[in-house]
């Protein structure tokens, strides 16, 4: 593992680490102060209340330099300054770096970090004192240097020099979650050290020196927004703007070499032919069923529920999947090892596969790269449209659906038997059905009460068990119905929970009590235990594309009768509409008959994934979709 990965990464806990877009030929202005020395400030800058930029800003980079020098591997020098404008902005003035635990002495050098402050008119500095530093264990292979600076309030800036020691090419990150005056990047290397520089920038270069084939290179953005998280962002690390480093000889590779270095390291290759202990009892019974999917199931769900995750991903076993089987807990990728040796033991065809979390980052297909990957699953291809991605790490995961952090992401499919490896795009076409029936009746004194049937597939599924238990009946009941006035579960009864081949049914009975009856109204939501939540599109502008990770169907069904000495004043009416392109779609249908209210609400998915240039069209539809959905019934008094 340690000669493949020798590329380490470098975290701040004020930076975060996310779109590909290619940056234009124009150029921007560059600020003033925008680099200087060390312990050299302006006094602008000590009494500056705001970004000018980002008026809301809690804090903001002033800059960010980063120098890549070569000698005997890749070194990068940072000097990062940092304001702080108020409380709230006090949380970015904590240090971490992550290393290699064996390298400490040759990757970390010449720290050291300070906080200015403005008292009397007078710029005074706090040195960091060394003894508040203090190291964290991230894993067996991997520390962390961790500091607070000291003497921060509102209105400090504080700021940190040093040089690491990363092997292998970094990735420079223009963009963080706060935002930054000037981010610059310098790599000065010797002759002979080709590399190539890849932008993944939406606004132009605010300096640029030297050409592409160059030794000695100069990049920089100038006030680069923060990134905020979005709902259903692709990945915040690929959406971050960024230059992505690598050698020239690497431009050449393929999935195929990039298959072939990993099945070189005994970590990753070695545990996938392991035997478990006691594996025997496993494998006769799995041998014993009739079908592969009774097999894949049973499997899955023993590695499942005999193994722990130790909350860390890795597509390696360091110490043997035999001793993490042992010991009940281990790294995702070895757990996954153990479901994919065991079905090879039954004769499931299977794969291993290389992935990256969301938060890892996005899979780039036409970029073969070996750091990318973060854990290992096991694949199967069920037929030409579907496939089964397991991941037996995840204690709510089913062998049916592929987990949602790997949706709509590329992954390396390894093939050891064939030494053939290819990069498979994962989705699921079939769309996640949620279906609510409710059936109930409102009488003369305000009240409604009834039964709901709520059936749930898919993804669907998964997140309602997830909810349920990880916060527990009370929590996930008032989850249901905190969005209604006055309404109350009286009980509820799950159905199929376990059972990963049938849909999750809830069976729940209900009382509301209705408003407006002191007035001579009756008012009744007919869009009752909708679990699609806020709407998640009210921002009038976004950054990054939307993946919606599967597709979505909601059908909101209900009878309701009415009570006698009422009428009705109104009745949502019947409404249909679609983005432009027809792939999401709302559909209402409401009647009423002898008495009986009848509603059908339908919403529907053709898709997943869509571009930041759709948003505009697809905020408008959501707009219009929830001013539908929360449209009462009106009922008035005779």
């Avoid at 020098?69 to 006090?90: C, L, M, P, Q, W």
């Avoid at 041998?287 to 909350?311: C, G, L, P, Q």
């Avoid at 039964?451 to 909810?467: C, D, F, H, V």
Wanted: hydrophobic share 35%; proline share 4%; with cysteine.
């Amino acid at each position: 593992m340690t000669k493949l990965f020798t590329s380490l990464f470098l975290l701040l806990v004020f930076a975060a680490n996310a779109q590909t877009i290619v940056t234009t030929s124009q150029s921007a202005q560059i600020p003033p102060n925008a680099l200087q020395p060390y312990g050299k400030i302006s006094m602008d800058d000590m009494t500056m209340k705001a970004c000018d930029f980002e008026k809301d800003a809690n804090a903001e980079v002033l800059f960010d330099k980063g120098t890549i020098t070569s000698d005997g591997g890749v070194y990068i020098k940072k000097h990062v300054r940092i304001k702080i404008f108020n409380e709230a902005g006090k949380r970015v003035a904590n240090f971490r770096i992550e290393y290699l635990s064996t390298l400490m002495e040759k990757q970390l050098s010449g720290l050291k970090a300070e906080t200015l402050n403005l008292e009397n008119g007078e710029i005074i500095a706090s040195p960091l004192d060394k003894k508040s530093i203090y190291t964290e264990t991230v894993d067996r292979e991997h520390s962390a240097m961790v500091f607070p600076f000291p003497n921060v309030r509102a209105g400090s800036v504080i700021e940190v020099e040093f040089t690491f020691y990363v092997g292998g090419f970094p990735t420079w990150y223009f963009q963080r979650e706060i935002p930054t005056r000037y981010s610059q990047i310098d790599t000065d290397l010797p002759t002979g050290v080709t590399f190539r520089a890849i932008p993944y920038v939406r606004q132009p270069f605010a300096k640029a020196v030297g050409g592409v084939d160059d030794f000695r290179q100069i990049r920089a953005l100038a006030n680069i927004p923060s990134l905020p998280d979005e709902p259903f962002m692709t990945s915040r690390q690929t959406n971050l703007q960024r230059l992505e480093y690598t050698l020239a000889s690497r431009l050449n590779f393929t999935w195929q070499i990039v298959g072939n270095k990993y099945m070189e390291i005994p970590e990753f290759s070695s545990g996938l032919d392991k035997g478990l202990p006691q594996e025997k009892i496993i494998i006769d019974k799995a041998k014993s069923m009739a079908s592969d999917n009774e097999k894949i199931s049973y499997i899955f769900n023993t590695v499942k529920e005999h193994m722990r995750w130790n909350e860390k991903h890795a597509p390696f076993s360091f110490d043997g999947v035999s001793s993490a089987w042992n010991k009940q807990t281990g790294y995702s990728g070895e757990i996954n090892m153990m479901v994919y040796h065991l079905l090879k033991k039954v004769g499931v065809k299977s794969f291993p596969m290389l992935v990256s979390t969301k938060n890892h980052g996005r899979v780039n297909v036409a970029n073969p790269d070996a750091y990318i990957f973060n854990n290992m699953v096991v694949y199967l291809r069920v037929d030409s449209t579907r496939c089964y991605v397991l991941d037996a790490s995840d204690k709510y995961g089913q062998f049916n659906e592929i987990p949602e952090d790997y949706l709509n992401h590329f992954g390396l499919k390894i093939d050891p038997d064939e030494n053939h490896h290819d990069a498979l795009f994962l989705e699921k076409k079939e769309p996640a059905i949620q279906s609510i029936f409710v059936n109930a009746e409102v009488n003369a004194n305000g009240k409604m009460a009834g039964t709901t049937e709520i059936s749930s597939t898919g993804r669907n599924k998964i997140n309602a068990i997830k909810s349920y238990k990880t916060n527990g009946e009370e929590k996930y009941l008032t989850s249901l119905t905190n969005d209604y006035t006055g309404l109350k579960i009286s009980s509820i009864k799950f159905e199929d929970m376990d059972v990963d081949t049938l849909p999750l049914k809830q069976k729940i009975a209900f009382e509301q009590e209705l408003t407006g009856l002191a007035e001579g109204y009756l008012y009744f939501n007919i869009n009752l235990f909708n679990l699609m939540g806020a709407n998640p599109f009210m921002k009038e502008n976004r950054v990054s594309d939307i993946d919606f990770g599967y597709r979505h169907n909601y059908t909101i069904s209900g009878f309701y009768k009415l009570p006698n000495g009422y009428k009705l004043d109104a009745l949502p009416k019947n409404v249909s509409v679609a983005i432009p392109d027809g792939t999401i779609t709302f559909k209402r249908i409401v009647t009423e008959e002898n008495g009986m209210v009848r509603v059908r609400m339908a919403v529907n998915h053709k898709q997943s994934l869509y571009f930041a240039e759709n948003y505009a069209a697809i905020r408008e539809f959501y707009k219009q979709m929830y001013s539908f959905l929360n449209e009462p019934v009106v009922l008035k008094k005779i």
